[in-house]
Structures are given as structure tokens and as C-alpha cells.
């Protein structure tokens, strides 16, 4: 599913217009997305938890030359999924 057939779902679910429906669902993202830039959690009970985790620096290997390189270390996004989000998928 992409943004715009997540758009569409929601539309049929509340029967709210496409451009309210739209602007909610860009304002949610980017609500998460300042929140994590702040490295904030944001936490969604029952359906998940985004957060900023830091991965470490190591070794990697072009699989074109074969050569080594050193990839940094950075901070990316992560999401865990929820108990509730866990038990509906599972069934």
C-alpha cells in the first residue's frame, strides 16, 4: 500500500473528503517525522513505537570491485510493532 491508496482506505472508513483525509495523513507524517528529529520516541500504543536508533560504524564490501570501505556510523528510524499490531497480523 502507498500513500495514496492509504489515502483512499481512510476515505471510505470515515467518509471524510480526499483533501481533509490527505492533509491529516501529511500532517501525522510529518508530526512523526519533526518528533524524530528531535530524538523523541513517539509511541502509539497498541500499534507500534518510532524511534532513532544509532547504528554503529563497520566494514563493507562494494560487490562490484569486491573492495572494502568503511561505512560511518549515523542514526536512522526504527519501528517496532505493537502487541495489538502484533496479534492482528498473526492470525
Do not use: H, W, Y
Amino acid at each position: 500500500m502507498n500513500k495514496g491508496e492509504l489515502i483512499t482506505e481512510v476515505v471510505k472508513k470515515t467518509g471524510l473528503n480526499q483533501k481533509d483525509v490527505k492533509g491529516c495523513i501529511e500532517a501525522t507524517f510529518q508530526a512523526i517525522t519533526d518528533t524524530l528529529k528531535k530524538k523523541r520516541d513517539v509511541v502509539l500504543l497498541g500499534f507500534g513505537t518510532f524511534k532513532v536508533a544509532k547504528r554503529k560504524a563497520r566494514t563493507g564490501r562494494n560487490p562490484q570491485t569486491g573492495t572494502t570501505l568503511k561505512i560511518p556510523a549515523r542514526e536512522v528510524p526504527v519501528f517496532r510493532a505493537g502487541g495489538k499490531l502484533k496479534k492482528a497480523v498473526s492470525k
